[in-house]
């Protein structure tokens, strides 16, 4: 049996399952799930209004631990979301593409 390598293909049940799994035991990710939905392009929130909203998320859901908003900022950019520091507003930092769901906002 030496170096010979087995593939196993993921069934659709098991992506499913996978997924459910990776946004229950991570917060942000099960933030984005309930909480966020697609928008146009142009459409931007605020990363501070929308850290806000997500450290409010833990709270009411129970989560002892929510990311560090840089390591929330990933979790946003790794999801697909576009985060860009704005050019007139020093301070400003926002995601593109999405808003809150119709509960939050």
Known sequence: MGGQKFIFSESPAMSK?????????NSALEFIDSCLKDAKPEDSVTLKGLYH????FCISEGNKRCSPQKEFRVVLENE???VV????HSNLIQAFGIKYAAAYE
Do not use: D, L, R
């Not at 399952?17 to 035991?25: A, D, E, F, G, L």
């Open 17 to 25: 399952s996978k997924k459910q799994y990776q946004q229950q035991s």
């Open 85 to 88: 520091e704005s050019t007139k």
């Open 80 to 82: 697909g979301i576009t």
């Open 53 to 56: 909203c997500y450290m409010g």
